[in-house]
Nanobody
């Protein structure tokens, strides 16, 4: 059974940093592409960042470019989202997602492209 478990969320002041982790089990992490999404109250889930199976290709939504970094450690079966210079508008529940991918360099920016999801971790940025 595949499981994704996020951690690392919390309350931080504007300008601060957090690192989210996504620990995977039940699959070989090096065979999956991964992504991070977020959902604020009253809004739809939105794409934040994605990384290819190889780790060599990444994609970010415009609002987080230059502030967030997605990366992975296949040996630890874990993906990460480093978030710097946080803003109040980054406040949301953050979800990691994964899908098995034959292609090494494809990234997936739509939530419908993912097969597995974590339970989410709350990130709150105070002004």
């Amino acid at each position: 059974q595949v499981q994704l478990v996020e951690s690392g969320g919390g309350l931080v002041q504007a300008g601060g940093s957090l690192r989210l982790s996504c620990a995977a089990s039940g699959l070989t992490f090096s065979t999956v592409a991964m992504g991070w999404f977020r959902q604020a109250p009253g809004t739809e889930r939105e794409f934040v960042a994605a990384m290819s199976r190889s780790g060599g290709v990444t994609s970010y939504t415009d609002s987080v470019k230059g502030r967030f970094t997605i990366f992975r450690d296949n040996a630890k079966n874990t993906g990460y989202l480093q978030m710097n210079s946080l803003k109040p508008e980054d406040t949301a529940v953050y979800y990691c997602a994964a899908r098995r991918a034959d292609a090494f360099f494809s990234v997936f920016t739509r939530s419908s492209g993912y097969d597995y999801w974590g339970q989410g971790t709350q990130v709150t940025v105070s002004s």
